[in-house]
């Protein structure tokens, strides 16, 4: 094939791809600054204008030569955005590639320019299957890859490589057959406030207090589950953890933060919202930091919660029918909030809550229905 002669235009009405030219070369070497770039991507660092010069000059253009390598200039508002690739194919099986300048972030030329390409793998390239890969962490990249309908996601430990270092990896994959849409819900953190608190999203600057919270003697001592002692690296883990919640449509998790300083005060969540048995479920857990008990704190904070819980997805909420809560039977706090909230005490788990000296304790079951809130 002939480059740049050869490379089809491709073109949604929005974002366009194109053969890279020579015009590219200062506009990729710009992009290619971008720490966000350099940190989730392979590309050389420091990146020097030499190599946009070869990656335009040299790598693109062999392999639409040799067939190799298929890769665009993604284009939007009539300037050059970024690169979407393909490459491999042996047996139609292929790989997706892509990154984007800062400026265009958000603005879903990303989703797009790959939705093209996935096109392309299929109808012209007559591959039966395209791979994405990302580092983990790469929420961006996994956010445009849920969107196209890549599925099966599997963690690979040291599976990837940048620079010499080996990084934990995602991938999934997407069929010719498969629909190119989102398979499952992706939820996201709307900010609730009533009674003097704010529920918004963990941000990285919660990890201290976090730490505080959960190291504080009453809150190991009922949720044994926790790492004890509970160092900084186990918040900054846990607040990572909960963006894997939302993409998997596992558990939708906020902070409870004071509305006039921010400060956190506790963590309340609604989680196994994908239960395999009842995909209109969901349980609800909770804890505060020492700075938030006798406030009436995570009562406001389970209120807002069950309320958004009950309203319909197309709403933006939960879309839930029946909720749980659990509470060991000696942790009168935690079973004050229960009944307070609204929910019922169903029944006593017998020596179903583990403590850390290896004995069992037995747990309280609450639940609150739809129909029963909506009377409230």
């Known amino acids: 094939m002939r480059f740049p002669e050869d490379v089809p235009v491709l073109t949604d009405g929005v974002v366009t791809l194109r053969a890279h030219s020579a015009d590219d070369i200062d506009r990729v070497f710009e992009t290619c600054q971008d720490p966000v770039m350099q940190r989730w991507t392979t590309i050389p660092v420091p990146y020097l204008r030499e190599h946009a010069v070869g990656f335009l000059t040299e ?4 392999g639409w030569r040799e067939n190799t390598g298929w890769s ?6 009539g300037a050059y955005a970024g690169t979407v690739g393909l490459h491999d194919g ?3 099986v292929g790989e997706i590639g892509f990154a984007v300048g800062p400026a ?10 790959a939705r093209l390409a996935v096109k392309y793998a299929f109808d012209e390239l007559d591959w039966t299957r395209v791979i994405w890969r990302a580092f983990v962490g790469n929420w961006a990249s996994r956010r445009v890859a849920w969107k196209l309908g890549f599925r099966d996601l599997v963690t690979i430990p040291d599976g990837g490589r940048a620079r010499g270092v080996r990084a934990d990896e995602w991938v999934a994959s997407v069929g010719r057959d498969d629909e190119l849409e989102p398979q499952g819900i992706w939820w996201t953190v709307p900010v609730l406030a009533d009674g003097g608190i704010r529920l918004r999203p963990l941000r990285d600057s919660d990890a201290r207090r976090v730490q505080e919270a959960c190291s504080d003697e009453r809150t190991q001592y009922w949720l044994t589950g926790m790492p004890s002692p509970y160092e900084l690296s186990h918040a900054e883990k846990f607040i990572a953890g909960e963006t894997d919640g939302l993409a998997s449509g596992r558990a939708v998790s906020w902070a409870i933060a004071d509305a006039v300083s921010d400060e956190l005060l506790g963590n309340v969540s609604v989680f196994d919202l994908n239960n395999r048995f009842d995909k209109t479920f969901g349980e609800i ?3 505060a930091h020492p700075d938030a008990r006798g406030r009436k704190v995570m009562t406001t904070a389970v209120r807002l919660v069950i309320a958004h819980a009950f ?9 839930r029918r029946r909720l749980v ?8 706090a935690s079973a004050y909030v229960a009944e307070a909230t609204g929910f019922t005490l169903v029944g006593t788990e017998r020596l ?11 747990l309280l079951a609450f639940d609150l229905l739809r129909t029963e809130y909506a009377v409230v």
């Open 72 to 77: 665009w200039a993604i284009e939007y508002e």
């Open 311 to 319: 309203t319909p997805v197309e709403e933006g909420g939960l879309g």
């Open 352 to 362: 179903a809550s583990p403590r850390r000296d290896g004995t069992y304790n037995n």
């Open 285 to 287: 857990g909770y804890w």
């Open 59 to 62: 790598q693109v253009p062999n």
């Open 104 to 113: 265009v972030r958000g603005k879903g030329v990303m989703t797009r320019a």
């Open 325 to 332: 809560l659990h509470a060991a039977a000696e942790n009168t």
């Open 90 to 92: 042996e047996g139609g």
